[in-house]
């Protein structure tokens, strides 16, 4: 079974400018999430799907952060325009729907840096 | 709101040796799922182990085993005969029986020495 796709794995851009970062989902999983990582801390949730509805973008700083999930498998997540702040990496992850425990598998991950 | 901390940024072992990472939470929920996930240089996070709240004994996985205090609120991960692989951050997470939503806290980096 392929795990959770990202691409690209490395990302370099001036401030101000935009980026977007793609995910592809376990085949069958349609609850996806982006998260957030900043160097040494543990990772945030941005935002999370179910199928192609938002369930939960409460922290999703959305004057400058936007995320889609057309047709309710893969995923982008864009930055515009992008701070210094927002140098972390950005993990995907997804999981079955319906299961009581919902155990996330996580993608390798966008490394972020913006200079 | 619910909080994750872990008090160690960084611990070493030996190989072969044992060595046990400390993990506190708050919630004021009584169902909820605590795990250890694993994140080598590679940046992907890797389940190492689960526990459900409403269980009483202790999580298991081979070389790995959790020491979960509920009144407490502590949850120690435990790996017996560290291996060079084990090398990694190791993030502790809870999750409501109510939600997706993982709260993660701030990581411990574990190194091995041969």
């Known amino acids: 079974e392929a795990g959770v796709a990202q691409s690209p794995r490395y990302k370099i851009i001036e401030k101000r400018q935009s980026v977007a970062f793609w995910c592809n989902p376990i085949?069958?999983?349609?609850?996806l999430y982006w998260y957030q990582q900043i160097l040494g801390q543990g990772p945030k949730l941005l935002i999370q799907?179910?199928?192609?509805?938002?369930?939960?973008d409460s922290q999703l700083p959305k004057d400058r952060f936007s995320a889609e999930r057309l047709k309710g498998v893969d995923s982008t997540l864009k930055i515009q325009p992008a701070k210094l702040e927002d140098s972390a990496v950005y993990l995907c992850?997804?999981?079955?729907?319906?299961?009581?425990?919902?155990?996330?598998?996580f993608g390798p991950g966008t490394r972020l840096t913006v200079t | 709101a619910q909080t994750v901390t872990q008090s160690q940024p960084e611990m070493s072992v030996q190989e072969a040796e044992t060595v046990t990472l400390s993990c506190t939470y708050d919630?004021?929920?009584?169902?909820?799922?605590l795990f250890w996930y694993k994140q080598p240089p590679s940046r992907q996070m890797i389940l190492v182990i689960r526990?459900?709240?409403?269980?009483?004994q202790n999580a298991t996985e081979n070389r790995f085993s959790v020491n979960f205090q509920k009144a407490a609120k502590s949850f120690s991960l435990k790996i017996s005969d560290s291996q060079l692989g084990d090398a990694a951050m190791y993030f502790c997470?809870?999750?409501?029986?109510?939600?997706?939503?993982?709260?993660f806290g701030t990581g411990t980096r574990l190194q091995v020495f041969p």
């Open positions: 997470a809870y999750r409501s029986a109510y939600t997706d939503k993982l709260i």
């Open positions: 526990q459900e709240a409403y269980k009483q």
């Open positions: 992850a997804s999981s079955l729907a319906n299961t009581r425990v919902h155990e996330q598998y």
């Open positions: 799907f179910q199928n192609n509805g938002v369930v939960d």
């Open positions: 085949s069958g999983h349609a609850t």
């Open positions: 919630t004021s929920e009584s169902d909820y799922y």
